[in-house]
């Protein structure tokens, strides 16, 4: 291994910078950042000969290689190990990069040829965890939002939050268009989560109810209609339960996501390698490099 000074005469630390630029992943650039230089021919070797075969895929596969939708989910997987619940956005990165790790597996074993025996046997070690890819896309929008298929109950909570939050409006639209000089303004808002009529101080003992706030003048007063109260104390529980759930729901596919864990830390590494070893590939393309050819105690 050389020495530090040694690599600090060399610029080692400007190089790995410059070619870490042809990453396309976190993953990818750290991996780069990490490269010295080998203490065997052997290791020298492996690397020299990945670089050939990404410059292969870099410059005469039709399709290219390209490592659009692999996310830096290292550390997601990280956190599911110690019982952390992910966020549906976290989620549906993790099961991105399984469909691009499943794309670039697919390019890379399709091709026929012996110009790829290192890379093809390096992806063939990942395995790509279809079913919970599935369980992730199945059950989160494309913003990472649960959807009401992820279980009955879930659907039946938005259900009948939805039923009760149109009865509440109905109720107290008509309550204002009965009576409109009750009110300061023909409109519904809400406070603390509750729906309330802007009712006009003279007017207050009109309307029995929950005071829940005071307009700056105190001419107007943001009240809850006794009528509806029963509903709104339905609709939190609903509101409650709907939580409760799509926390159970994430809680699932985190554990889930825990549980392959292993198999996700082998990809994700395979997936920087293979940035790292393109991005090496590019730097020389952009070089115009040349592969050196080791013989006994030489270097040409």
Not at 84 to 99: C, F, K, M, Y
Not at 251 to 261: F, P, Y
Not at 278 to 290: G, V
Request: hydrophobic residues 40%; proline residues 3%; charged residues 25%.
């Amino acid at each position: 291994m050389l020495q530090q000074d040694t690599l600090r005469l060399l610029q080692w630390d400007r190089l790995l910078i410059e070619v870490a630029q042809g990453c396309e992943t976190q993953a990818g650039m750290r991996t780069c950042g990490q490269l010295a230089p080998m203490d065997s021919v052997y290791e020298a070797q492996y690397l020299l000969t990945e670089t050939r075969e990404a410059l292969y895929l870099e410059t005469q596969l039709a399709t290219g290689i390209s490592m659009g939708g692999v996310r830096d989910i290292y550390e997601w997987i990280r956190q599911t190990q110690t019982g952390v619940v992910l966020r549906g956005i976290e989620l549906l990165e993790i099961a991105s990069t399984l469909q691009a790790a499943r794309r670039i597996r697919r390019t890379i074993e399709d091709h026929e040829g012996d110009q790829l025996p290192q890379v093809q046997d390096l992806i063939s070690t990942i395995r790509t965890c279809p079913e919970l890819e599935h369980a992730i896309t199945q059950i989160l929008d494309e913003t990472g939002a649960v959807l009401d298929r992820a279980s009955p109950l879930l659907a039946q909570a938005r259900s009948q939050q939805k039923i009760l939050k149109d009865r509440v409006q109905r109720s107290l639209q008509k309550l204002v268009q009965k009576n409109p000089t009750w009110f300061q303004e023909q409109i519904l808002t809400e406070r603390g989560g509750r729906f309330v009529v802007l009712v006009k101080i003279n007017y207050k003992d009109r309307v029995p109810g929950i005071v829940h706030d005071t307009s700056a003048s105190g001419q107007t007063l943001y009240i809850e209609p006794l009528g509806v109260i029963e509903d709104h104390n339905g609709l939190r529980q609903w509101e409650r339960t709907e939580s409760d759930e799509v926390e159970r729901v994430l809680r699932d596919l985190s554990a889930q996501v825990a549980t392959e864990a292993l198999a996700l830390e082998h990809l994700v590494s395979v997936l920087a390698q293979l940035d790292s070893g393109l991005a090496r590939a590019r730097y020389a393309l952009k070089i115009d490099a040349i592969e050196p050819e080791f013989v006994p105690e030489e270097l040409y």
